[in-house]
């Protein structure tokens, strides 16, 4: 079974542009969750999608949002990039939510310049 | 509000010798916990949960975690470490029966000196 993936990889953009990063689950998979992780405040949550409705949102400002789609992968979104947006992005899938066993993608490296 | 927290940023502890990553939680019910593993370039992997039920939990790779509800800890550990476990270490929380998002410590990093 192939794992989770995320698309680009690395992404180089400079403040005050939008990013949009993509992430596919494990076949059958129907929760997508996404985090930043940073040195400094370690991994935190973004939102977690099932189903194609948004179940849970993290702390974060209103420029990050995301989607899911009817095949279960799944989109996130950040518009007018700020310097601090400069993070590891990353999904996770799972079969019904995060209270299970998440499935980790690689990330993508996020960069503001 | 649910938190967790690791209270070591690094652990050293040379080869052979048992290992403790430490966790403390907070919720208001009862809590879902886990462990996952960053190792170097590689992604997230799950190690453990504690969902009910016994209180030592036995997760991949030899490492164990006990719950102490009274404590509100969640401490990883594995009795004889090995270098290839050397990662980052994450534990996280979340209440059970709500709808509440997962929480994630700042992490740990384990070195194993050979």
């Known amino acids: 079974k192939a794992g989770v993936t995320q698309t680009p990889r690395y992404l180089i953009k400079t403040r005050g542009q939008q990013v949009t990063l993509s992430c596919s689950p494990i076949?059958?998979?129907?929760?997508v969750s996404w985090y930043q992780q940073t040195p400094g405040q370690g991994l935190q949550f973004l939102f977690e999608?099932?189903?194609?409705?948004?179940?849970n949102k993290g702390n974060f400002p209103g420029r990050f949002s995301g989607r899911q789609f009817s095949n279960s992968r799944s989109e996130m979104n950040v518009s007018t990039l700020e310097l601090g947006d400069s993070a590891l992005y990353l999904c996770?899938?799972?079969?019904?939510?995060?209270?299970?066993?998440?499935?980790f993608g690689p990330g993508t490296r996020l960069t503001v310049t | 509000a649910q938190s967790v927290a690791q209270p070591e940023d690094q652990v050293n502890v040379a080869e052979g010798n048992p290992l403790t990553v430490k966790c403390t939680y907070s919720?208001?019910?009862?809590?879902?916990l886990f462990w996952y593993v960053q190792y170097p370039n590689r992604g997230l992997q799950f190690l453990l949960k504690?969902?009910?039920?016994?209180?030592l939990v036995k997760g991949s790779y030899g490492f164990e975690a006990e719950f102490n509800k009274s404590q509100t800890s969640f401490h990883l550990k594995k009795p004889s470490a090995l270098v290839s476990d050397s990662a980052l270490y994450f534990c996280?929380?979340?209440?059970?029966?709500?709808?509440?998002?997962?929480?994630f410590g700042k992490g740990t990093r384990l070195h194993i000196l050979p």
């Open positions: 919720v208001s019910g009862n809590p879902y």
């Open positions: 076949s059958g998979h129907r929760s």
């Open positions: 999608y099932f189903s194609e409705t948004q179940r």
């Open positions: 996770a899938s799972s079969l019904t939510g995060t209270a299970y066993e998440q499935y």
């Open positions: 996280a929380v979340k209440e059970v029966n709500r709808d509440d998002k997962i929480i």
């Open positions: 504690y969902i009910t039920g016994d209180n």
